[in-house]
Structure formats: structure tokens, C-alpha cells
């Protein structure tokens, strides 16, 4: 599965941003989609997965503020992120896993994911 996010920029705090994943055909009929975020020096973050029955699961840190949605015609993962904060800085990248994902302890384990895409960076400026 190749993924290719964007949408990524630069925003003052408390504004929105919408980011978009690209994928190649996925066929497998269960799966998780998440997204991550990372900053030089950090390990990468879990920030959202959204499962192939559409659940959606959310780190502490953004809920409230961000959605996860996919559309399944497009082949497509977006996660809107509204009320951004300085400490939302980061690159973010879109994971795919061909296993099912129903709670956070699967969900955030990037070793759980097979496919990455290359990252889109969000700089928010206080």
C-alpha cells in the first residue's frame, strides 16, 4: 500500500487545518488507519486511527480538537484538526494496517502498522 498525505502548512494558533492520505488500493476487508505525529527528537506520537467499521479512537492530547474520517470511494484519509495549538507542531504521517483495530493499545503501536507515508509537516505559531 503506498500512502501519500498533504495538506500540511503553517497556521496561527487556533486555527484549522485539513490533512489528507492517498492510498493505493487497499483490499483488505479489516483494517486501521491511523495518523502520527513526530518532532525532531521525539518518538513518533499516535494521534488517531479510525478502524474499517468506522470507529474512531483518539489520544487525550487532540480529542475535541481533531476528526479522523476516510472515504472509502477515494481511497482517502483526512483528519481535520481544528483549535491548533504550538505543541500540535509536528510532521504527521498516515499509517495503514491490515489488522483491526478496536481500542487505543492496538491502535497507538506504530510496530502495528505495515504501510507509512513520506509525512506532511504542521507548524502552528502562537
Known amino acids: 500500500v503506498q500512502l501519500v498525505e498533504s495538506g500540511g502548512g503553517s497556521v496561527q494558533s487556533g486555527g484549522s487545518l485539513r490533512l489528507s492520505c492517498a492510498s493505493s488500493?487497499?483490499?483488505?476487508?479489516?483494517?486501521?488507519m491511523g495518523w502520527f505525529r513526530q518532532v525532531p527528537g521525539k518518538e513518533r506520537a499516535w494521534v488517531s486511527s479510525?478502524?474499517?467499521?468506522?470507529?474512531?479512537i483518539y489520544a487525550d492530547s487532540v480529542k475535541g480538537r481533531f476528526t479522523i474520517s476516510q472515504d472509502n470511494a477515494r481511497n482517502t484519509l483526512y483528519l481535520q484538526m481544528n483549535s491548533l495549538k504550538p505543541e500540535d507542531t509536528a510532521m504527521y504521517y498516515c499509517?495503514?494496517?491490515?489488522?483491526?483495530?478496536?481500542?487505543?493499545?492496538?491502535?497507538?503501536?506504530?510496530?502495528?502498522?505495515?504501510?507509512w507515508g513520506q509525512g506532511t509537516q504542521v507548524t502552528v505559531s502562537s
Open positions: 499509517a495503514a494496517s491490515k489488522d483491526y483495530c478496536s481500542g487505543s493499545w492496538r491502535a497507538s503501536n506504530p510496530d502495528n502498522y505495515q504501510s
Open positions: 488500493t487497499y483490499t483488505y476487508s479489516s483494517y486501521c
Open positions: 479510525i478502524n474499517s467499521r468506522g470507529s474512531t
